[in-house]
């Protein structure tokens, strides 16, 4: 079974400049989500999708990040425009949650942004 | 609030010797599950346990063992005779059940560090 992809690996912008980060996940997940990691802490919750339906993004900056699952499956999270504190690893995961909090979810190798 | 707290942030071992990896969290509810992910240097989250909180029984898989005690609210995770490929960072995180939504609170991780 093919995991959780996310493209690129690594990408090196310029503060202002525009970004996307694209994901597609296990085959059947119906659950998407976006995670932040910033060097040398755990993961946060960005956005969780629920077939294409937000189900929760408190804590997306949405005057500069968006994210879009259309057709629900492959998913694209966007910055723009990008600041220096958004130098971090955008992991994408998946699951078969129904929303119970129970569910493991699989994490792709994500993408390391860096903002110079 | 809720928050995943893991107090160690670096651990070194030389090969075969245990170790435990502490987990303490905080939650006003009833209902909610704790998990443990491992991330090698690759960059993802690999899954390895999920306890709900009404399961305090210890688990034992292989040379990995969980201490769930409600009691000091804490979910340690035990590392029989460590291996170098053991060497990763650890991070506990928090699922609570009622919210609709899977959001996983992480701890800020524990690196280990597994010498020959």
């Known amino acids: 079974e093919a995991g959780v992809a996310q493209s690129p690996r690594y990408k090196i912008i310029e503060k202002r400049q525009s970004v996307a980060f694209w994901c597609n996940p296990i085959s059947g997940h119906a659950t998407l989500y976006w995670y932040q990691q910033i060097l040398g802490q755990g993961p946060k919750l960005l956005i969780q999708?629920?077939?294409?339906?937000?189900?929760?993004d408190s804590q997306l900056p949405k005057d500069r990040f968006s994210a879009e699952r259309l057709k629900g499956v492959d998913s694209t999270l966007k910055i723009q425009p990008a600041k220096l504190e958004d130098s971090a690893v955008y992991l994408c995961a998946s699951s078969l949650s129904e929303g119970q909090g129970n569910t493991e979810a699989f994490f792709g190798q994500g993408t390391r942004l860096t903002v110079v | 609030a809720q928050k995943v707290t893991q107090a160690q942030t670096e651990i070194s071992v030389v090969e075969k010797e245990d170790v435990t990896l502490d987990c303490v969290y905080e939650?006003?509810?009833?209902?909610?599950?704790l998990f443990w992910y491992k991330q090698p240097p690759s960059g993802e989250l690999v899954f390895l346990i999920r306890r709900n909180s009404f399961d305090e029984q210890n688990e034992i898989s292989g040379r990995y063992s969980w201490n769930f005690q409600k009691s000091t609210s804490s979910f340690n995770f035990t590392i029989t005779a460590s291996q170098v490929v053991d060497s990763a960072v650890y991070f506990c995180?928090?699922?609570?059940?009622?919210?609709?939504?899977?959001?996983?609170?992480f701890g800020t991780g524990t690196r280990l560090q597994v010498f020959p």
């Open positions: 939650t006003r509810d009833t209902t909610y599950y």
């Open positions: 999708f629920q077939n294409n339906g937000v189900v929760d």
């Open positions: 995180a928090l699922s609570e059940a009622l919210r609709g939504t899977d959001k996983l609170i």
